[in-house]
């Protein structure tokens, strides 16, 4: 099985009419997710690739029975689309805008959360589960279906580590980006416990970056609870001190949210750590005893 | 966006918040005023007070001295260019308060302490039981449970007002777009709680909703500073020691390959990342700024597209290399949407491309030694 998503996963698409939307609405039916329908305010009966638009969320939900919704809605009207889909029952919600004002995030989160909605992101590129469902913007032909689950914050960094496993032959159950920060709907650690869950994930690939201490709640839990191999690599330990790089999040404040800091925790915790992409792929075969 | 400390307290008295009375004194400008007196230099950066930027006087001779003393000073690179005068106020205790958010845990956040005035990251490490955090929901703001629970913990003999002075910075939060709302200390004093200084950052995404009352901080900020405002585009561009122009498509890889030079003995000129989200115009523009640094001897660029469209990368690069007549060596390591298309470009233009990160790292690392230069 895949994690977050499933063969029967059906989504709608917010913003659907849009440059980003409908492109990536494109590559999503391209790889073959079930894209039902989709949402722009205004354009109810339009088509976007044979997919039909509605005003509301609630309109597509009882004309289509989407249960997971993707966003591309501009930054500023991102908390009405998001709030309404989670009104509306949608049990799965990626955020891919960057940008949305940090109070509507957490207005986002903190309305999700009592209803039981997962949001992933926001600024994520999504989800891959190979050969199943794509909610995001991974290219479909760097990853094959396999046993490596991967978790990620950067989106490009979850596409890099999926195309080396790819050309040596190593497929993922499922590659989850979480954005970049500073505020996540999703953390390394939910996701870490959702592979360790997944009869069909066997090693669990954590990549992870400078700033904050996510990965260092990650690694605490995995030292718990987890008993599954983790392969970690952590970008930025050549990074400068005090510095944004990229990611709001991605930044080393003193002595704290530096690479070593993160390296130290999770190898103290039994994850193998890698430093290269090279060293990544290496590592999974011999944990999958390739 | 971070506030001064005058700016923070402007904004404290607009949501009731009592603050010292007070002027800003501007580098030319002459100081006349009751002592005694506190001056307090107006920079972005913390750690005044270790620095000597918060001085305490009782005379005009003093105030005379000390002024012509703290527009002499630079803290952190930031020259001092003004001065907050404040009245000194007789407190019997001082606490620390600020809102701010848990971003693993996606919840805004009230922390408290006793202790005011202290360094409050070293505090939470050392003595962590001084401190309270209390989470609540954005939505329905903090209950008064957490109110009175933070009075409580503090234990301040005015839990009303202490509790209701929460309830404004958490207002001020919302409605000013705001990231951290800070007072460290609030001084407890005969006549009520009066925030002694005030750190404000607020949230650059936000900016579009109050826009006129952002230029206002703006216009303050470049008076004082003497420097523009960072441009808000979508381009991080952090300059670094080394030879190497860098840019990349994604803050992940792009911190990978920094990594990987480093590990192959070479050095990063810069970091220079465009976003997921980039266009042809977006990544000329990226070029133009990495090779102006005169230190760079090659160009390594990194793209991995999902959201981006290697076409459009293409595109932008071979039209940035014709017209500009790059002389540099450029290595392009491209992948991802529209891969066959962009590849297609970059041939007919006869420039190469690496499809794997390594090797291109390896080969914009020799290339590099090869031009020789540091």
């Known amino acids: 099985m895949s994690i977050l998503v499933n063969e029967t996963t059906r989504v709608l698409v917010q913003g659907i009419t849009g440059k980003s939307g409908s492109l990536q609405t494109k590559s999503l039916l391209d790889f073959g997710t079930k894209v039902v329908a989709g949402v722009t305010p205004g354009k109810a009966g339009h088509e976007v690739y044979g997919v039909p638009v509605f005003d509301f969320v609630a309109d597509a939900l009882r004309a289509t029975d989407a249960d997971a919704a993707i966003s591309f809605v501009p930054p500023l009207a991102a908390r009405s689309a998001a709030l309404e889909a989670i009104e509306c029952g949608i049990k799965l919600l990626v955020l891919t805008m960057e940008g949305i004002p940090k109070n509507d995030v957490l207005n986002i989160l903190n309305y999700a959360a009592p209803r039981g909605v997962r949001v992933l992101g926001p600024g994520t590129a999504g989800l891959i589960a190979p050969g199943v469902c794509k909610l995001g913007a991974h290219p479909g032909r760097m990853f094959i279906p396999g046993n490596v689950g991967v978790v990620s914050k950067s989106g490009a ?11 040596a032959g190593i497929g993922q159950s499922t590659v989850v980006a979480l954005g970049g920060g500073p505020i996540w ?28 201490a996510m990965e260092i709640t990650a690694a605490e839990f995995i030292a718990r609870s987890v008993k599954k191999p983790v392969v970690s690599l952590i970008v930025g330990r050549s990074a400068p001190e005090g510095k944004s790089l990229g990611h709001a999040g991605a930044i080393i404040r003193g002595t704290k949210g530096t690479a070593e800091s993160k390296i130290e925790a999770l190898r103290s915790a039994g994850v193998s750590i890698a430093f290269t992409p090279a060293e990544v792929v290496n590592t999974v075969k011999k944990l999958l005893k390739l | 966006m971070k506030l001064y400390e005058f700016q923070g307290k402007e904004l404290l008295r607009k949501f009731g918040v009592k603050i010292p009375d007070g002027i800003l004194c501007e580098k030319d400008g002459i100081l006349i005023y009751g002592s005694p007196v506190i001056l307090k230099a107006q920079v972005l950066s913390g750690g005044r007070g270790k620095a000597g930027a918060v001085v305490s006087c009782n005379s005009q001779g003093e105030e005379d001295a000390a002024l012509t003393r703290l527009f002499e000073m630079t803290l952190k690179g930031e020259p001092v260019n003004a001065v907050l005068v404040e009245e000194r106020v007789e407190l019997s205790r001082e606490y620390y308060l600020s809102v701010t958010f848990d971003g693993e845990a996606g919840t805004p956040l009230l922390i408290v302490s006793g202790a005011g005035g202290v360094e409050i990251e070293e505090t939470a490490d050392k003595h962590p039981d001084r401190i309270l955090k209390l989470p609540f929901d954005s939505v329905l703001g903090p209950l008064d449970c957490h109110l009175e629970r933070a009075a409580k913990f503090v234990g301040t003999p005015r839990p009303r007002e202490f509790a209701d002075l929460l309830s404004r910075l958490w207002r001020l939060w919302c409605e000013a777009g705001a990231l951290l709302v800070e007072i460290n200390p609030l001084a407890e004093t005969p006549n009520g709680f009066v925030a002694l200084d005030a750190k404000i950052e607020l949230d650059d995404d936000a900016e579009p909703r109050d826009r006129a009352f952002r230029a206002v901080l703006q216009k303050q ?8 405002s960072a441009q808000s585009d979508t381009i991080t561009y952090v300059p670094l020691e080394g030879n ?48 102006a640094d005169p230190k760079v001897r090659s160009l390594l660029i990194v793209l991995i597209g999902g959201f981006n469209r290697m076409d459009e990368m293409a595109e932008g690069i071979v039209r940035f290399v014709a017209e500009r007549k790059l002389k540099i060596p450029l290595i392009v390591r491209l992948c991802g949407t529209m891969e066959e298309e962009g590849k297609k470009i ?11 990160l390594e090797k291109a790292v390896e080969a914009a690392v020799a290339q590099a030694a090869m031009t020789g230069g540091n």
Do not use: H, W
């Open chain 1, 157 to 167: 960094l979850s596409y890099e580590i999926g195309k080396t496993l790819t050309d």
């Open chain 1, 185 to 212: 709907g999703t953390t390394q650690k939910d996701v870490v416990e959702l592979f360790n869950e997944d009869d069909e994930t066997k090693v669990i690939v954590l990549l992870g970056e400078i700033g904050g």
């Open chain 2, 221 to 228: 900020q470049r008076e004082i500073s003497g420097r523009e």
């Open chain 2, 244 to 291: 190497i122009g860098l840019i990349s498509d994604g803050a992940g890889t792009g911190m990978l390959t920094l990594d990987l030079l480093r590990d192959r003995g070479g050095r990063a000129a810069d970091f220079c990342e465009m976003g997921g989200l980039t266009s042809p115009e977006i990544i000329y523009s990226a070029m133009d700024r990495v090779v």
């Open chain 2, 346 to 356: 970059m041939k007919s233009a006869d420039l190469p491309i690496y499809d794997d």
